[in-house]
């Protein structure tokens, strides 16, 4: 069976400092692999996705960026984190077939203070 | 580009009555519609999953419906129990876009003992 994993489960940083949440998924080989936030009392908004090792699409500008090193690893990244990239972070993946469901990851709570 | 929808945002029931949550999109070019659930402070849980071809799919207690042509989706909870509450969401797959999702707000639902 599949499984997808997210670590930290949680993360309290300071603004100004670097940001990286891993995401990993076991089970399934070339998935489409997704970031999303989940900001308070707000629906999910897409960050990132890909399709491929090293290919990443971005959906929002700001100051997060995301790698794909291996198939199965998603990598969520900033260098200096601001008070509004607080939020819930959910990492999904899904065949790439259409027909597809699309699984998520238990999520990191992150705080910027 | 699609917008999806869920009315209402919140409900509260008392325990063991019949209820209905609802999901609309503005673009019917969909691949598939897919209910999930979220506990606090989780990630969320697949439901349900209708491929653009189908009209209706059960697990248990739940019944989804689709009327794509309409752009709306709902979701039927019989016989609700406390541990039905929870935040139910809907997302729709466009076939234009083919690897992206789209998410409603949610319906936040809390069923009373």
């Known amino acids: 069976s599949q499984t997808i994993h997210q670590w930290p489960a949680t993360l309290v940083q300071p603004v100004g400092s670097p940001l990286s949440l891993e995401c990993t998924v076991e089970g399934t080989s070339n998935p489409n692999l997704y970031w999303y936030r989940q900001a308070a009392g707000r629906g999910l908004q897409l960050l990132f996705y890909?399709?491929?090792?090293?290919?990443i699409s971005s959906e929002v500008p700001q100051n997060l960026s995301a790698s794909r090193p291996q198939d199965r690893q998603f990598i969520l990244s900033s260098k200096k984190l601001l008070l509004s990239d607080s939020g819930f972070y959910l990492c999904?993946?899904?065949?790439?077939?259409?027909?597809?469901?699309?699984?998520f990851g238990p999520g990191t709570r992150l705080t910027v203070l | 580009k699609q917008e999806v929808t869920q009315i209402p945002a919140a409900l509260s029931v008392p325990e063991g009555e019949n209820l209905v949550l609802n999901c609309s999109f503005t673009?019917?070019?969909?691949?598939?519609l897919q209910w999930f659930r979220q506990d606090p402070g989780k990630g969320l849980t697949s439901l349900l999953l209708i491929q653009s071809s189908q009209r209706e799919q059960t697990s248990g207690r739940l019944n989804a419906s689709l009327d794509k042509s309409s752009g709306r989706s709902t979701l039927y909870i019989a016989a609700s129990q406390p541990g039905d509450s929870a935040t139910y969401l809907c997302?729709?797959?466009?076939?234009?876009?083919?690897?992206?999702?789209?998410f409603g707000t949610g319906t936040s639902l809390t069923v009373i003992p």
């Open positions: 673009d019917s070019a969909i691949y598939n």
């Open positions: 999904a993946w899904v065949r790439g077939l259409s027909t597809d469901t699309q699984y």
């Open positions: 997302a729709v797959r466009p076939s234009k876009t083919g690897n992206q999702f789209y």
């Open positions: 890909s399709v491929g090792i090293g290919q």
